[in-house]
């Protein structure tokens, strides 16, 4: 977005099964933003809300995860110690046209989630046994 753009800055935090894991805070382009100040944000999400209000698709994103250390902030939002470890994700979605529409960054607590990813191969691919690296 253009330097100096509205926006609207969403923080979230996430319970599961009555514990705080979660702290997300996501910008969204203020033309968006605005159609959402009336929503139930805790219980709907917003990907279906954009499509629902804006009449928009995300059309792909890209994620980065890394592990890191909680900073001051992130700490007393989570309940934890400064140093405690986390998981961040930052994300960008991008509607059909390429626009980015949402940027979020989200902090998960190290010491009570693990992460499952499931590979599939596809059937045709070449297989990548004893190539070099």
Known sequence: MPEGS???KLERLRFVRGELLFLGVTHL?????????????????????LAQRAN???????????????????AEMLKVRVGAPLFRFFAVSYAEEGVPVECSQVWLRGDRLAFRVRLGCHPDAPSQAGANR
Do not use: F, K, Y
């Open 6 to 8: 509205q926006v609207l």
């Open 29 to 49: 382009p203020g033309h968006l933003g605005h159609l959402l100040l009336n929503e139930d944000l805790a219980n709907q999400s917003l990907s279906t809300l």
């Open 56 to 74: 928009l698709v995300l059309s792909e994103g890209v994620r980065v995860i890394e592990a890191v250390a909680a900073g001051r902030r992130e």
